[in-house]
Nanobody, 125 residues
């Protein structure tokens, strides 16, 4: 089975930056959606950023212009660069993947069968 392992979480001051990464154990299909969801304390899980094989990306309105998702296939790594961080960005960030998906990547957690263990991001004043 595919395994996703996140790293790079931590604590940063408001306005700072962090980069979280996700190592993908294997690619089982040439078509896929991958990305990041997050869950803040007391909040519902929400989609953050998505990317498909051709590099098409999609971002939640709350992170547009601040976060950038990217993939390095040579290293089997998915990354999320987070800039201008806000306290409301504090959450557990989950790497997600769904292989064999031919449609557009969407912010529906039910689409993604493979999830990482999550990495904590804390933004403090």
């Amino acid at each position: 089975q595919v395994h996703l392992v996140e790293s790079g979480g931590g604590s940063v001051q408001v306005g700072g930056s962090l980069r979280v990464s996700c190592v993908v154990s294997e690619y089982t299909d040439n078509t896929y959606c991958m990305g990041w969801f997050r869950q803040a304390p007391g909040k519902e899980r929400e989609g953050v950023a998505l990317i498909n094989r051709d590099g098409t990306t999609r971002y939640a309105d709350s992170v547009k212009g601040r976060f950038t998702i990217s993939q390095d296939n040579a290293k089997n790594t998915l990354s999320l660069q987070m800039n201008t961080l806000r306290p409301e960005d504090t959450a557990i960030y989950y790497c997600v993947a769904q292989f064999g998906w031919l449609g557009p990547c969407i912010f529906n957690e039910n689409l993604y069968r493979t999830w990482g263990q999550g990495t904590q991001v804390t933004v403090f004043s």
